[in-house]
C-alpha cells in the first residue's frame, strides 16, 4: 500500500465511519510510516469529536445507535 492509498483509504474511512475499508493492508502500512500514522490519530479524533458532537446535542436514540453500530468497537 502506497502512503496515497493509504490517505485515501483514511478519507474513506471517516466518511463511511468505517464498514468495509481494507484496514489490515492500511495498519500494515502504518506500521512503518509515521507520516500516515499521525494522520490516523488526526482521523480518530475528527471521528471522535463527531461522536461526542452527537451525544452532547441529544440525537435522537435511533440515530445514536445507528452511528454507535457504525463505529468500529475498538475505538477508545
Ligand atoms: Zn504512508
Known amino acids: ?3 496515497q492509498e493509504a ?3 483514511l478519507a474513506g474511512r471517516l466518511q ?3 464498514s ?3 484496514w489490515d493492508a492500511l495498519e500494515q502500512h ?3 510510516c509515521p507520516d500516515c500514522e499521525h494522520r ?3 482521523t480518530e479524533s475528527i471521528r471522535r469529536l463527531l461522536r461526542e458532537c452527537c451525544i452532547r446535542l441529544r440525537a435522537p436514540q435511533a440515530l445514536r445507535a ?3 453500530d457504525a463505529l ?3 475505538a477508545a
Open 1 to 3: 500500500m502506497t502512503c
Open 20 to 22: 468495509q475499508e481494507p
Open 30 to 32: 502504518l506500521e512503518d
Open 40 to 42: 490516523l490519530r488526526q
Open 16 to 18: 463511511t465511519f468505517g
Open 7 to 9: 490517505h485515501n483509504a
Open 66 to 68: 445507528r452511528i454507535a
Open 72 to 74: 468500529p468497537h475498538r
